[in-house]
């Protein structure tokens, strides 16, 4: 059974979006909506992996600061309030 978090990265990476820059020999990825989650690498499978590791650590940092996260899919994050 997978986790609501595995769920909503997946979710949240089906709306990426790739540039390849044949000039530069990278690629560049980024996902609408979730500021500053970038990644740029030498193929676009790095990119995608790179991309995946930015998404979880602004998910750990929003969470942790007990900020919301965008609702994708139906998924939602919660935030639990620390004691």
Do not use: H
């Amino acid at each position: 059974m997978e986790s609501i978090l595995t769920n909503y990265i997946r979710a949240v990476m089906s709306r990426a979006i790739y540039t390849v820059s044949p000039e530069e020999g990278s690629t560049y990825g980024e996902i609408p909506g979730f500021e500053n989650v970038t990644a740029v690498a030498d193929t676009p499978e790095q990119c995608r992996q790179d991309l995946v590791e930015s998404l979880e650590e602004w998910i750990f940092s929003r969470l942790t600061r007990q900020l919301p996260v965008p609702v994708v899919d139906g998924i939602q994050l919660p935030v639990k309030e620390m004691m």
